[in-house]
């Protein structure tokens, strides 16, 4: 099954380690390094079989990629998955988080890592015991989660902006799905907008510690909304999903929103304005890159956050001009970059 994923694989390295000790499997997935040495966070999770995992991290190296592209920054793509039997505790998660910051090393900067799924930045700092590579420890640029949750915010002015005729939140309804580190904060910051929010998660307990409308997870699809974000799980949007939506425009900060490409022009078809995943989410990354290896101040790193909206304006009226969807409008502006990064070597 190993072998099928990576003859598939369009990216540049596939690095796969068997710990025995805690049946784990770690898989490093490298992209791209064409705009430089490949970022992307790790993903602590238990799959199907091994294999799901592999395909998981080569599928979310590819949204990196695109993600560093579209923000601008001078990284490539990838991404890291630990496939383990169960989530691991103690001691036990302790020397597995050992292991892995070795074998992130022995990489030589190659790939970066930071937090994803299951991993906080006290993890991170296990992992910087024994790797250098790491963004979002405690004492680096932190949990990534506000500047992703601010930066989508901004997405969400932009989208209505251009779906609704203003950027004003006052009054509109927003239904996020997903009450996690990113978006809870998300919520509030809606909130404070005098946004009329909606929150579904799988913890009710969860999503009402935010201060939003609970609705139930089975509801998410098919309540009226003006503004759908959904900041949980990907492969939302799909050909079953679509039909049933009844909001006027999506911009959340879940990675691989889309189940397939073909899912773009769905929604462009029914009318409902998508601001591309990569880009609406791409505010941790900023914060990470930026904070750490870019040394911008605060200031520096709200206004790259606020150029997250002036991107997605951008690529709507490319959309609009060219009769594309944005989704391909955005894929375009990530395809010239890593092009001409191309010509460019790193060091």
């Known amino acids: 099954m190993f072998e099928d994923l990576l003859r598939r694989w369009e990216g540049e390295e596939a690095v796969i380690h068997y710990e025995a000790e805690s049946d784990a499997w770690m898989f490093v997935c490298v992209h791209s390094t064409a705009l430089g040495p490949g970022g992307g966070g790790t993903r602590l999770r238990v799959y199907p079989t091994p294999a799901d995992g592999l395909a998981d991290a080569m599928r979310l190296s590819g949204a990196m990629t695109l993600k560093m592209a579209a923000a601008g920054l001078p990284r490539g793509g990838a991404k890291a998955v630990l496939a383990v039997p169960e989530l691991p505790t103690g001691h036990a998660r302790r020397r597995l988080l050992l292991r892995y910051g070795d074998l992130v090393e022995s990489l ?7 937090g994803d799924m299951n991993i906080s930045p006290a993890d991170l700092d296990v992992v910087a015991e024994r790797c250098r590579w790491v963004y979002g420890t405690s004492a680096g640029g932190g949990n990534s989660a506000r500047g992703t949750a601010l930066g989508t915010l901004h997405a969400i002015r932009a989208t209505a902006e251009h779906a609704l005729g203003t950027s004003d939140l006052a009054g509109r309804t927003v239904l996020v799905q997903g009450a996690g ?14 946004a009329n929010v909606l929150v579904a998660d799988v913890d009710d307990s969860r999503a009402a510690t935010t201060g939003a409308t609970v609705i139930p997870v089975g509801d998410v699809i098919g309540t009226e909304c003006d503004v759908y974000s959904p900041c949980a799980v990907g492969g939302i949007l799909n050909v079953d999903t679509i039909p049933r939506l009844r909001c006027r425009a999506i911009a959340g900060c879940a990675n691989n929103q889309l ?3 073909e899912d773009a022009d769905r929604l462009h078809a029914a009318g409902i304005l998508y601001a591309p995943d ?4 791409a505010g941790g990354v900023l914060q990470l890159v930026g904070l750490e290896d870019l040394d911008w101040s605060e200031e520096e790193l709200e206004q790259h956050l606020a150029e ?39 060091s």
């Open 108 to 114: 030589g900067g190659t790939y970066r890592t930071a």
């Open 181 to 194: 580190a990113v978006g809870a904060d998300l919520v509030r910051l809606l909130l404070a907008d005098d």
């Open 259 to 261: 189940a397939e490409p």
């Open 278 to 281: 990569y880009v609406a989410n």
């Open 308 to 346: 997250i909206g002036d991107t997605l304006r951008q690529l709507f009226r490319e959309s609009a001009d060219h009769g594309v969807t944005p989704d391909a409008a955005a894929a375009r502006l990530a395809a010239e970059r890593v092009a001409a990064g191309r010509a460019t070597a790193w």
